[in-house]
């Protein structure tokens, strides 16, 4: 149930532990069977599964199909949708659905809305044949990426509000699992069942049309399972309880409606931490630095390192993905036992060190072994940091705006650095990967300095339960 006292940070956080005893690693561990930490595992899930379906699962039908690879790199920019969810936050966060609403509350009726969005686009792009018209599968593509960054930004919103601040690094750590397994499911699941859906070709068409001749019947099985799929995710928004309603005053006109929408979310952020705010942007805007400009080389380094797509795959969408999850579900962990900013520092260190692993990976040569070590314990060292920043993002943010400010947070953290890795590929044709990699670790000293600073700064005035 929400209150009004403040939620305890950083600095409150570390104050109030040395009043209440500090819980047993099993009490710790237990949150994760908490029905919120379960409905976030699930929920993440259905967050997870439309990204890789709209961009690199995309990409490879639409390569399959004989799509150029120029036109392929245009309709990448699908993904800006995610970058630009701030925009249309507001009306997320504020603006109730005619009949949804009163049905199943604000956040809720906005997420089982977005998952309809994204099962009719899936649907779309299923029965879509990108041979014949490639108009449809865009605009069922848009769809679905509209669909999931409205989703996205109403299930932070329930995330926030569904627990106090001392269990949101173990909602984000859920939430990251369930994500991941999605991403899985979205990327090597759909290629599994689309290669199983393939009809053997006659004999002799193999040789006319190739052995991997583009078959659309198969890829239409794979999407219309992805859009199946998805409910995992409305499954569980009709059987939850929607968080605590934050009461809204009612607004007298439209001016005032825009006002409590779009301009007090801001300035609330503004006015509870004044010339802190500075500070505490400029960490959200660098802190993934390291890993989003280091990772646009991650693959053309592994083909020109001779690693097949085979050992690519196996090493990243196995090893890869399991550490993330371990990452996440230890940053969890350690965030609630240790406190927030203090994980966040040791995500800091170890993504920022984990890119030096490549840069030896680089001299090293090709070598599996090599590959799987130095993949696993980066992507360890993400999801450690990533459950930490999610924890922080959600601290940061006042209850009555929350969709609305971790929005902005969310795509502020990817702007700066996917602005600088727009440029990584001419870093690696002039210096070598060995120095890139290297690059990459010295950007993440800076975050350093950030996060010490802000752990000085208290977090406070966000109203969360």
């Known amino acids: ?42 929920l993440g899930f259905s967050a997870g599964l439309p990204l ?81 018209m490639l108009g449809p599968i865009v605009w069922c593509a848009l769809a679905v990426a509209f669909g999931s960054a409205t989703q996205d930004i109403a299930l932070d919103a329930f995330r926030i509000e569904s627990a106090d601040a001392r269990h949101q690094a173990a909602l984000a750590a859920s939430y990251q699992t369930g994500y991941r397994l999605a991403m899985i499911w979205a990327g090597a699941g759909v290629l599994w069942i689309a290669a199983r859906a393939e009809v053997a070709p006659a004999v002799g068409q193999a040789v006319a049309q190739g052995a991997a001749a583009y078959q659309n019947g198969a890829w239409q099985v794979a999407y219309l399972a992805m859009a199946a799929s998805m409910a995992v995710g409305i499954v569980t928004v009709l059987f939850s309880r929607e968080p605590a309603q ?19 979310p801001f300035a609330d952020f503004l006015t509870r931490y004044g010339w802190h705010a500075a500070l505490i942007l400029a960490l959200i805007a660098v802190y993934r630095i390291s890993d989003v400009v280091m990772g646009i080389m991650a693959n053309p380094f592994y083909v020109d390192m001779g690693f097949t797509k085979d050992e690519v795959a196996a090493v990243t969408k196995i090893y890869g993905v399991v550490m993330t999850l371990v990452g996440a579900f230890v940053g969890g962990v350690l ?86 890795a727009g440029f990584s590929g001419r ?30 700064v208290e977090i406070v005035g966000t109203n969360h339960k």
């Open 335 to 420: 965030s609630m036992r240790f406190g927030v900013m203090r994980i966040l520092m040791l995500g800091a260190v170890l993504s920022a060190g984990s890119n030096l692993l490549f840069a030896w990976l680089a001299g090293h040569g090709h070598d599996v072994t090599a590959l799987i070590a130095v993949v696993s314990a980066d992507n360890l060292a993400s999801g450690i940091a990533s459950a930490a920043f999610i924890a922080y993002l959600s601290s940061l943010t006042n209850v009555s705006y929350s969709a609305t400010q971790y929005a902005l947070f969310s795509s502020l953290m990817l702007l700066l650095p996917k602005f600088i």
């Open 1 to 42: 149930m929400s209150d009004t006292s403040p939620i305890p940070t950083a600095t409150a956080v570390s104050a109030a532990s040395t009043d209440a005893p500090r819980p047993t690693w099993l009490q710790t561990l237990r949150v994760y069977l908490e029905p919120a930490s379960l409905r976030m595992l699930t």
């Open 427 to 456: 870093y690696v044709d002039g210096f070598g990967y060995a120095h890139f990699f290297t690059a990459t670790a010295l950007l993440g000293v800076p975050v350093l300095l950030l996060v010490w600073l802000a752990s000085r």
């Open 246 to 264: 934050v009461v809204l005053p009612p607004a007298k006109n439209a001016a005032e409606w825009i006002k409590g929408a779009v301009v007090d």
């Open 52 to 132: 890789l379906l709209v961009l690199g699962t995309l990409s490879f039908r639409l390569r399959e199909a004989g799509i150029d690879r120029s036109t392929i790199g245009y309709l990448s920019w699908v993904g800006l949708a995610y970058g630009f969810k701030w925009v249309w936050a507001p009306l997320v966060d504020r603006m109730p659905l005619p009949l949804l609403t009163r049905w199943l509350g604000r956040r809720r009726s906005w997420l089982l809305l977005s998952q309809a969005v994204v099962v009719a686009g899936l649907v779309g792009m299923a029965l879509a044949d990108p041979r014949e």
